[in-house]
């Protein structure tokens, strides 16, 4: 057998072996073949609705530049990733694979070749089901079946030679990173120019200077040959398949010489992606390497389960400098009085879309941080003292959630002073950190339904979005039927609340009800 | 007796794990787990830790049936030191305890156990800052702070360096005479010999003998390494 067939074979036989273990358990199968469905019914939906043209009621949003802002994200992720190169440019899967890889006698052209391919094919995976989603909620719902199809494949095929650009620039000789970084802050322009034209466009009816700022901005930006339609679109995607290529074949052709840089790159991804899943929260999570000063902890240390918050605070600020908060802090009160002005001068589907946005943003990093979860229960200390998993699982929700819950009470401040009404900044202050708890929940009973890796990587997405949407319905009607009835908004307000927080309770009953029940491995 | 187990069977899938295991481990002694790959120690030890749900049996502690809140009777120290990574040394002691509502008095405690294992210059480093070895010492320090009656030991001596190995047996021999009930499983015949006095052994999820060495010797030939080698062959 050659290298190359040894790989493929390790490839097939764990997906067969990943199919049977979720065949053995009756409950994973069912849940897998729902999560099938799902997506079936989603291209089904879609197309019905193509082919049908029925009106979806989303065409504010694609009106609004949506295709633009994709775009333009697009854009800017290739100009980072041209510029800087990129912290998860790997590719190894694994040190074994690696030693595997570079001990044995094949063509390192090869072998390292079909690594990159299987990379972004596993990697666009889920991406891809993420990119169905996308299309069945923004694209135009007029949009014929075959054009979806285009368009997605050509979305597709940008990010693999987006994901394919940072190794190759990882590997470029150091005569030639100033062209690409040049080049990388030219896309990085493009992008914010894209943005600002978006922006300006969309508020041009109500403030004057915007509107002015947007007839002087150019119409034309390199996201265009995405957003240009059926004539250009085949050109481009092969465009960007051979652009793809190219960069594989690159990385290949140096891998025989690369192979100490590309193991220690893979090493560092790997390290990385294992500190993100570990992090308790926050963007900055590089732990110091150097002792850290006592003075530098935390104030004193509450009893019981309460320390999980503790600790967490005290990672915070091991990791977050005073500078990093203050600016977050005034970022957030900024944003709310910001849209409190806006609103007074703009359309209200402007801010529904707005406010949609940030409570879908919102909903889905409190959801995802059910991800660390594992590496919590792995951890011994963890199950020390008497405290019922309950107890432990609703401190390290608190300890998981106090900065996203704090972002969007210094969001409801700001728009108190930017004098938006009273509803809108309970809705703020209260109903959405009461949502963001029943988000985080959520996140924790789809795990303890899910806990292997392999369904977090198909189904477990689905679970989270349906228990999401599902759980989402009775706070919303039960908070519209009382402020109804009793004619006060806030009274609906703060029933929607009661009731996502009950709800929030019961799902980690649930979770940690099942979780007493599993094997917990702490290797 | 303090920890009883009787008739624990744990399954995964079609495959039995343990199978109807009975033991018992004295206040104030030190039992060394022993068995082949795969015979179902670190099971055992999940199952004890309530980390693994039994199929069948019973675990009591001084006859009181162990519950969901056995965190402040069984404590498992695990192969692999996970430590929180941004927390310093002094700071999983805090953790630990604040969470377990120590007495006032475990700070000296805490300071000693850190000047112990030589760590009291790494105790303001951070988890990820440390070596293997430190972690693992960072991970017993805060265990042992804890004081649970039990406590569980996997490959304890792993990563540790020969300063910390006779630490570690001195400690545990402390411990043995404060009146923990210890479990150790391990792969090392000799530190287990050395450290226990009783060896149960497991193969394929059954209990395959249990006593001390001198009762081990009476019945079988040869050294330790020996006697397992001659019992664990099928």
């Known amino acids: 057998m050659t290298t190359l067939g040894a790989l493929f074979y390790a490839d097939v036989r764990s997906l067969v072996n990943q199919l049977r273990e979720i065949r053995r358990a009756p409950g994973r199968s069912v849940v897998w073949v729902l999560f099938v469905l799902f997506v079936a019914g989603l291209i089904g939906f879609r197309i019905y609705n193509a082919s049908h043209r029925a009106h979806f009621g989303r065409h504010i949003v694609a009106g609004a530049g949506m295709l633009d802002l994709m775009a333009c994200f697009a854009i800017a992720l290739l100009g980072a990733a041209l510029a800087f190169g990129g912290r998860y440019a790997g590719l190894f899967a694994h040190p074994a694979e690696a030693r595997f890889i570079i001990d044995s006698p094949a063509q390192p052209f090869v072998a390292t070749l079909y690594v990159q391919v299987r990379q972004i094919v596993r990697g666009s995976a889920r991406q891809a089901l993420g990119l169905l989603y996308m299309a069945v909620i923004y694209l135009p719902q007029t949009l014929p079946a075959a054009s979806l199809v285009r368009d997605l494949v050509l979305i597709g095929v940008a990010f693999a030679f987006i994901a394919a650009v940072p190794l190759a620039r990882q590997l470029l000789s150091p005569r030639l990173a100033p062209f690409a970084f040049a080049a990388g802050a030219a896309c990085l322009a493009a992008a914010v120019a894209v943005a600002l034209r978006a922006g300006a466009s969309a508020l041009s009816t109500t403030v004057p200077a915007a509107g002015a700022l947007a007839r002087h901005l150019p119409a034309w930006h390199p996201g265009a040959i995405f957003t240009a339609g059926a004539p250009g679109g085949d050109a481009t995607i092969a465009a960007m398949l051979v652009c793809t290529g190219a960069l594989f074949a690159y990385v290949a052709q140096r891998a025989r010489d690369a192979y100490p840089e590309l193991y220690e790159l893979s090493m560092k991804r790997l390290a990385r992606v294992e500190r993100l899943r570990a992090r308790s929260f926050g963007l900055a999570a590089r732990a110091p390497q150097t002792p850290v000063h006592r003075t530098a902890a935390a104030g004193p240390a509450p009893a019981g389960v309460a320390i999980f918050i503790w600790r967490a605070w005290t990672e915070y600020r091991r990791t977050n400098s005073v500078r990093a908060t203050s600016i977050e802090t005034a970022t957030c009160l900024i944003a709310g009085y910001a849209v409190a002005r806006i609103a007074q001068v703009t359309r209200p589907e402007m801010l529904v879309t707005f406010a949609s946005s940030v409570l879908n943003i919102a909903f889905i990093i409190a959801v995802m941080r059910s991800a660390t979860l594992a590496t919590e229960l792995r951890r011994p200390l963890f199950w020390l003292s008497g405290a019922t998993l309950f107890e432990r699982l609703c401190a390290l929700g608190l300890a998981q959630s106090w900065r996203l819950i704090g972002w969007l009470v210094l969001g409801g401040i700001g728009l108190a002073a930017g004098g938006a009404s009273a509803p809108v900044v309970v809705a703020a202050l209260i109903v959405a950190p009461c949502g963001a708890a029943l988000a985080l929940a959520i996140g924790y009973a789809s795990y303890a339904l899910l806990p292997y890796e392999a369904d977090q990587r198909g189904p477990l997405l689905f679970v989270r979005l349906l228990l999401g949407y599902v759980l989402i319905v009775p706070p919303i009607v039960a908070g519209i039927a009382i402020a109804a009835l009793e004619r006060i908004t806030l009274t609906g307000l703060i029933a929607a609340s009661v009731i996502a927080l009950l709800e929030a309770g019961v799902l980690l009953g649930f979770a940690s009800w099942r979780l007493d029940r599993m094997s917990i491995s702490l290797r | ?234």
């Open chain 2, 1 to 234: 007796m303090s920890l009883s187990v009787s008739g624990l069977t744990k399954r995964f899938g079609g495959k039995t794990a343990i199978d109807d295991l009975s033991f018992a481990v004295a206040r104030g002694e030190i039992v060394g787990l022993l068995g082949p790959n795969g015979a179902g120690k670190s099971t055992t030890f999940a199952c004890l830790a309530g980390l693994a749900r039994p199929d069948a049996g019973t675990i009591r502690f001084d006859g009181r049936l162990l519950e969901s809140d056995r965190g402040r009777t069984v404590a498992v120290i695990p192969e692999t030191p996970d430590v929180y990574p941004l927390l310093t040394v002094w700071e999983h002691l805090v953790f630990v305890a604040r969470l377990c509502r120590l007495d006032a008095g475990w700070e000296a405690r805490g300071e000693a156990l850190l000047a112990r294992f030589a760590m009291l210059g790494e105790r303001d480093t951070v988890g990820n800052a440390l070596s293997k070895g430190m972690r693992q010492k960072t991970l017993i320090a805060a265990t042992v702070l804890a004081g649970t009656p039990v406590l569980l030991l996997d490959e304890p001596m792993i990563g540790l360096d020969p300063r910390g190995q006779r630490e570690l047996r001195e400690m545990l021999a402390e411990l043995r005479a404060a009146g923990t009930a210890l479990m150790i499983s391990t792969h090392q015949l000799e530190s287990a010999e050395a450290l226990s006095d009783r060896i149960i052994v497991l193969n394929h999820g059954k209990l395959v003998v249990s006593g001390t060495i001198e009762e081990l010797r009476a019945d079988h030939a040869g050294s330790l390494e020996d006697i397992f080698l001659d019992l664990t062959r099928t």
